[in-house]
């Protein structure tokens, strides 16, 4: 560490970038072109463990050696230079590079794919196209009827029906329009905004450890206690509940977790009620939680209906089978669906995740800090240790103490970042090791005991 963080050049930057766009969120500046693997350089040239990972979206390290050599090929080319709409003009290589990274990691039952920009813009064409598919089903299959036509350009019914998705409280889904209805995490993303009138299950607030028989019985309760919940909104919500969003870990809303039972058990209750169940892997996918879809760890009676990603796939869009594909052609769509330079990328990064044996590495390396944060949570100074591979959080004894201590360790050369009231996030690359997972470990407690 050469300054302290933010050093004068990144303040510097920012007073520059603040003449024309907000900056107010910003950490520092960083350079990339000195970033690497696990560490990322800023501009004032401090190199820092990099455990947060551009919010939980860098899978393969800074400078990837594999991806610097892909990105010189005359395929990646093509696409930047002439970026398609694919909707309507897909390039000639398009269904080959699907089968290439999308359907080369699909989750278990589902076969199709619907590509979009970002993390939101997923879950808003998700329950597009869950709204589509009730309706679809609730006219028997037919076509739209005249009524159903002229009224929906005045956003009335029968075209423009009520339907709702219910979400759970501290969930987060994004903050396009439709999703900041289902995102319950943060109060200061959602005033000032029109918002649907859709409900909101509570999701289990559990105690920690979950494997401490002590905690069996409590936590039994609470996700029972969930689930009637989820069953009595559905049934008795004012609006008809068309689908259910859920997150495998509620990463933003405080990494809160849920055991395999209680997913199961909410499966159940989208069956019983023949309504979508939408799991949301924006943040736990591509093999954080020591599989690449969190969702495995739950060993569901059938597969969601939907399965959102973004972030570590650098691609975006959501997983589906063919009964959720819209009765008519041009109903979810865009100019851009997607990149496919993305789904270049994510071709590379399954190929670097497949060879160097990455998910079992998130195993390894989880396993230790996992040990280790137990071990400094013995002196009482972090609690509620909790995590799959190494998607872990721990809680500080205040949100004052939270920041402070995320501020210090970002002094001392480890980027982290918050979630949820008081609690501090793991995010680290792929490729983080069990010796940098120890570096953390030593920074974290040195910034403890000061």
């Known amino acids: 560490m050469r300054t302290t ?32 693997g696990n560490y990322v350089v800023d501009a004032d040239g401090n190199t820092m463990l990099d455990m947060y ?72 064409c998700a329950y597009k196209a869950v709204f589509m ?19 929906c350009m005045k956003n009335q019914e029968p075209g423009s029906p009520k339907l709702a998705i219910l979400s759970f409280m501290k969930g987060f889904h994004g903050r396009t329009f439709g999703t900041l209805s289902t995102t319950r995490s943060k109060a200061i993303h959602k005033p000032d905004i029109p918002a649907f009138d859709w409900p909101a299950a509570p999701f289990p607030l559990l105690r920690y450890p979950l494997e401490d028989p002590a905690n069996a019985a409590f936590n039994k309760k609470e996700e029972a206690r969930c689930l009637e919940e989820v069953d009595r909104l559905i049934k008795s919500w004012h609006i008809p509940v068309a689908g259910v969003i859920v997150e495998p870990i509620q990463a933003e809303g405080g990494d809160n977790h849920a055991s395999p039972a209680f997913f199961q058990g909410l499966r159940d209750i989208t069956l019983k009620h023949k309504i979508a ?29 939907i399965v959102t990603f973004s972030k570590k796939m650098q691609a975006a ?50 396993q230790h800090l996992m040990d280790g944060l137990k071990q400094i949570s013995q002196n009482g100074s972090i609690s509620n240790v909790r995590g799959q591979g190494t998607f872990i959080a721990f809680d500080l004894p205040s949100p004052q103490v939270r920041d402070s201590v995320v501020g210090a360790l970002r002094q001392a050369g480890v980027e982290t970042g918050g979630c949820g009231e008081q609690s501090i996030r793991m995010r680290p690359m792929l490729w983080c090791k069990p010796s940098h997972a120890e570096l953390f470990l030593e920074r974290l407690d040195t910034v403890l005991k000061k």
């Open 5 to 36: 963080v933010p050093g004068p050049k990144s303040k510097s930057l920012w007073e520059q970038l603040n003449k024309v766009q907000d900056p107010r969120a910003t950490h520092f500046f960083a350079d990339y072109s000195k970033s690497k």
């Open 53 to 124: 990972c551009q919010i939980s979206s860098l899978p393969v390290g800074y400078n990837n050696p594999a991806l610097i050599e892909a990105a010189k090929s005359d395929e990646w080319a093509s696409v930047i230079i002439n970026r398609p709409a694919l909707g309507i003009m897909p390039p000639v290589s398009w269904p080959d590079i699907i089968q290439r990274s999308f359907m080369k990691v699909a989750p278990k039952g589902l076969n199709q794919v619907f590509t979009a920009m970002c993390g939101s813009c997923a879950n808003e």
């Open 133 to 151: 598919h009730h309706m679809h089903v609730h006219r028997g299959g037919k076509p739209f009827t005249p009524e159903d036509m002229s009224s």
């Open 277 to 305: 169940l939408i799991v949301d892997e924006v943040q736990t996918g591509v093999g954080a939680t020591g599989k690449y879809w969190a969702h495995e760890h739950w060993n569901l009676s059938t597969p969601p209906d």
């Open 317 to 366: 869009g959501y997983y589906h089978n063919f009964d959720m594909r819209p009765s008519e052609t041009y109903r979810n769509f865009n100019t851009w669906l997607g990149d496919p330079v993305r789904a270049l990328e994510l071709e590379v990064i399954i190929k670097e995740i497949e060879r160097n044996k990455l998910i079992e590495n998130t195993r390894i390396t989880g």
